[in-house]
């Protein structure tokens, strides 16, 4: 024999619930009603054994036998099942909730009642679903309120031109929203904690006993940098002072949360209720915290602009202090650090100071080479570039003509002796003279052809390098007296001019030693000595330059060439390592400065 089940009001169940509990036990109550069990009990499977969600009024967890909990532990299927112990038919009904969680129904079924399992599960699935459509939809209208609440406060506070009147529309505010008896504001100075505004408004005073009480509890804040609260919301939070504030004002309920800004912590607002009412939720305090953290930098903002503009300096060093000597940006004082000690080592440390000036390289002795006369080049036998020694053949002129004119000279001479010696013969005494006059006359004329048959040889001077005087391809070409037909310098003894700049002309000192490098072989070194400088200085579009003569000291390279440059580093005394590196940013600064 079975019963039609009696139609269940979902909306009335719904509605009337005020909470899971309540919901459990009224669902469990009315299909308990609706399907004729003696007792119904909605259970869930925890771990190894079961828990209790609700229970009709007559239900018993007690009552339930162990094979039927056992068969709840081991169920896997959605699947309803009856069993039946000591004459007593129990029905078990599984249930899917949300987000995929199963209850099981449990109930002892009245003698002649059959087990409605499939339509059993329907309705009580139907029942779960809309009851937490319910609670989604108040958590949603909650959150709503709660947003609200947060934009209004920070609405009001933002729109406060001074931190005074932005501090007294918070106290305010919360206090409105809490509904709390007194919400007070504290602010960081000089690493304690100090009141400015309660929502009472007036004249703060920090000199009483119970603002002394109530700033020794919000320092606590400071200490945790988290909430802090009377009863206390974590065991690992200690709250000494807001218990001792707490018990002086009735054993009020308190609640203490920072405001923080980009520096840390830098408030505190403190809210109380009386003993009688309820503490603040943890929504209230979830909502609150965002509240007070998007407007904790602009509270710190306009109490950084309030006061004195003294008091405003101060307050600004101190806070760039604090970003000195704080934990904050390690890095960029630790190089900061670093470069304070390298300073500081750098004035003690004494090194050479060396004045660096660009040189070209120059010959201690040259020689331009000319024709002696007008001729044609016949042989080229050094180009430029090579080294010649002293007395080597360089250049031969065409000779054939002179050679030409000393025969016929020579023919001529001794044509005229032998007229003088047969006029003498013939007592012809004046032809004799003549002929004598002749031939001396002859001689002479030879003597210049002999010596332009000995310049048709140009030979170099002295061990040298030829510098100038391409003549490969003038070769057969006619030269003029004087015309320069090659140059040649003498490596040997060369010296470097420098061209030092006119602020470091005052170190340097006849004498002094130092080192140059070419710029075609950098990595070599040569050594050098100051010789002299001329006194006047030459005016360049570069700078105005002192023209300074070192000697070498060593011995010339072969592959030296007069015009070469580089550079030269003399030293000149020892000075500390900052004045080196900074003395002409010093000058500079000076001479803008004019002091």
């Not at 209004?152 to 929203?177: S, W, Y």
């Not at 070209?360 to 080049?377: N, V």
């Amino acid at each position: 024999m079975s019963t039609l089940p009696v139609p269940l009001n979902l909306k009335e169940l719904i509605e009337s619930s005020d909470g899971p509990d309540e919901f459990w036990s009224r669902l469990a109550e009315l299909l308990s009603g609706s399907w004729g069990f003696s007792q119904l009990l909605v259970i869930q499977k925890s771990g190894d054994g079961v828990r209790l969600l609700g229970k009709s009024t007559s239900g018993r967890i007690e009552s339930v036998p162990s094979v039927v909990r056992q068969a709840v532990v081991s169920a896997k299927g959605e699947e309803g099942r009856q069993i039946e112990v000591e004459g007593k038919s129990w029905s078990i009904v599984p249930v899917e909730g949300p987000a995929g969680s199963v209850f099981h129904l449990v109930g002892e079924l009245q003698e002649g009642i059959a087990d409605g399992g499939e339509q059993l599960k329907l309705m009580a699935e139907a029942a779960i679903a809309a009851f937490h459509a319910r609670l989604r939809a108040e958590r949603q209208a909650e959150s709503h309120e709660q947003l609200s609440k947060v934009l209004d406060i920070g609405l009001l506070v933002g729109e406060a031109p001074h931190f005074d009147e932005a501090a007294i529309r918070l106290c305010n505010e919360v206090a409105h929203q809490l509904g709390a008896m007194r919400v007070s504001l504290g602010w960081k100075r000089n690493e304690r904690i100090r009141l400015v505004a309660t929502n009472h408004g007036g004249r703060i005073r920090n000199d009483t006993e119970m603002a002394g009480s109530l700033s020794r509890a919000m320092e606590e804040v400071l200490l945790h940098d988290t909430e802090v609260g009377c009863p206390a919301l974590s065991e690992d939070v200690i709250s000494q002072q807001h218990k001792s504030y707490s018990e002086s004002q009735g054993n009020s309920h308190l609640l203490s949360m920072p405001l923080r800004s980009n520096s840390g912590v830098t408030g505190a607002l403190t809210i109380e209720h009386p003993n009688e009412d309820e503490p603040v939720g943890q929504e209230q305090v979830d909502a609150l915290r965002v509240v007070l953290d998007l407007i904790g930098p602009h509270m710190n903002e306009l109490y950084r602009r309030t006061g004195w503009i003294v008091f405003r300096m101060w307050r600004n060093v101190r806070r760039f202090a604090g970003g000195l000597l704080g934990y904050r940006h390690t890095g960029w004082k630790l190089a900061g650090t670093m470069l304070v000690l390298l300073f500081m080592v750098s004035c003690l440390v004494r090194a050479t100071h060396k004045v660096k000036a660009p040189f070209i390289l120059k010959a201690q002795s040259s020689a331009i080479l000319t024709a002696p006369f007008a001729g044609y080049i016949e042989r080229v036998h050094k180009q430029v570039g090579e080294h010649v020694k002293q007395g080597e053949l360089l250049v031969e002129l065409d000779k054939r003509e002179l050679l030409l004119q000393r025969a016929e000279l020579i023919s001529q001479r001794d044509r005229e002796r032998s007229d003088a010696r047969r006029y003498e013969a013939e007592g012809k005494l004046a032809d004799m003279r003549l002929a004598q006059l002749g031939a001396e006359q002859a001689e002479s004329k030879l003597r210049i052809v002999d010596y332009r048959l000995s310049r048709t040889e140009i030979r170099a001077p002295f061990d040298a390098v030829i510098v100038e005087g391409d003549l490969i391809e003038r070769l057969a070409s006619p030269t003029q007296a004087g015309e320069m037909l090659l140059r040649v310098v003498q490596v040997s003894g060369a010296y470097a001019d420098l061209q030092v700049d006119e602020r470091d002309v005052h170190f340097l000192e006849a004498g002094m030693k130092g080192k140059l490098a070419f710029t075609s072989r950098p990595d070599e070194r040569f050594s050098v000595r100051m010789d002299t400088f001329e006194p006047v200085a030459v005016v360049e579009e570069s700078g105005t330059d002192f023209r300074m003569r070192v000697a070498v000291t060593g011995e010339s390279q072969d592959w030296w060439r007069p015009g070469m440059t580089g550079t030269c580093k003399i030293k000149a005394g020892h000075r500390s390592l900052a004045w080196i590196w900074l003395h002409r940013s010093w000058e500079f600064i000076r001479m803008k400065l004019w002091f």
